[in-house]
């Protein structure tokens, strides 16, 4: 898969992980394992990147006697969502095309 392409949808994963309530590294590994396999070290680079566009809001909190940093979902980030499904519906359509001829065999 193209790295690029690749790269726009686990950024969409995540923030679709945090869409709901603010969560937590571990926590977003784990809701996202039934979807994709996510190393820690790839979500805090994508968690990073969100932060610096502004997508997402860090905060720090103790959580049984250790710092934790929880992540919530900014404007930017929600609306990265919208234009991410509508993306999706003309690669969909891109793909159709492409398979189609491959039905027809």
């Given amino acids: 898969m193209d790295i690029q392409l690749k790269r726009g949808l686990l950024d969409v994963c995540v923030l679709a992980a945090i869409k709901g309530e603010e969560s937590y590294g571990y ?27 502004m997508m997402l809001t860090v905060r720090t909190a103790e959580h049984d006697g250790r710092l934790r940093k ?15 499904k509508l993306e999706w519906k003309e690669v969909v359509s891109i793909y159709q095309f492409v398979v189609k001829e491959d039905e027809n065999e």
């Fill in 27 to 53: 926590k977003i590994i784990k809701d996202l394992k039934p979807y994709i396999e996510l190393s820690e070290s790839t979500l805090y680079t994508i968690l990073k990147r969100l932060e610096s566009a």
């Fill in 70 to 84: 929880y992540y919530r979902i900014t404007a930017a980030g929600l609306n990265r969502i919208e234009e991410f």
